[in-house]
């Protein structure tokens, strides 16, 4: 079983729409949770970081956190077409060196 | 500030030739790591070194070495490339304080591709 598993997406939003992105996760002993944008040949850049359950803000993007589901979620409020890119969810448990990556949902925002 | 500089940006070998990438953080981080990236497969963890000195195996290892040459330096060597080595590589670091993992930075990448 993957350890992190993301919705596969494509997913489609128009311009000024909520984009919701959706990762679930296997070990209970996870700590961190991280949100990376991935443009088309670039490098992940980390945009949100989460670590208590419940919601944290930043700008147009809203992560939300449940440990007791193993779920983490982002949300980009207002979407813009500079929004296109693939997310990636990314969890560490605490003392562990080491991410584990989900697959990445592709968002495509339409003009 | 450079942040993490790997070399090269874009390698062609031969299957059996053998590759050195490299990569150099000037942050002062004391975690560094490999990951590749395949479609559809998000990032797999090749290796990493918590600090200097130590090098642990991650998810997907065979087939690779690693070197922490010092602080800055940490170099993944494919001793005899395979067409399933062909990826992307991504070079990282990160200060991971007494907490544990904190913010990964990561390098541009380096597209392989083994023929």
């Known amino acids: 079983q993957k350890e992190v598993e993301q919705n596969s997406g494509p997913l489609s939003v128009p311009e000024g729409a909520i984009a919701s992105l959706n990762c679930t996760y296997s070990?209970?002993?996870?700590?961190?949770f991280f949100w990376y944008r991935q443009y088309s040949g670039k490098s992940p850049e980390l945009i949100m970081f989460?670590?208590?359950?419940g919601d944290k803000e930043d700008g147009r993007f809203t992560a939300q956190l449940n440990k007791a589901s193993q779920y983490v979620s982002l949300l980009i409020r207002d979407s813009q077409p500079s929004d296109s890119a693939t997310y990636l969810c990314?969890?560490?448990?605490?003392?562990?060196?080491?991410?584990?990556f989900g697959a990445g949902t592709t968002v495509t925002v339409r003009a | 500030n450079a942040g993490v500089t790997q070399t090269p940006k874009f390698q062609v070998l031969k299957t059996g030739q053998s590759m050195t990438l490299q990569c150099a953080q000037d942050?002062?981080?004391?975690?560094m790591y490999w990951y590749r990236q395949d479609p559809g497969m998000g990032l797999r963890l090749i290796y990493y070194?918590?600090?200097?000195?130590?090098?642990d195996k991650g998810e997907v290892p065979n087939g690779y070495n690693v070197s922490r040459l010092n602080k800055r330096e940490f170099s993944l060597r494919l001793e005899s490339a395979a067409p399933s080595q062909t990826s992307v590589y991504f070079c990282?670091?990160?200060?991971?304080?007494?907490?544990?993992?904190?913010?990964?930075?990561f390098g541009q990448g380096t597209r392989l591709t083994v023929v």
């Open positions: 990282a670091s990160s200060p991971t304080g007494g907490a544990g993992y904190t913010e990964a930075f």
């Open positions: 070990d209970r002993g996870s700590q961190s």
């Open positions: 989460i670590y208590s359950n």
């Open positions: 990314a969890v560490n448990t605490f003392g562990d060196y080491k991410l584990s």
């Open positions: 942050m002062n981080h004391n975690s």
């Open positions: 070194s918590a600090s200097e000195g130590t090098t």
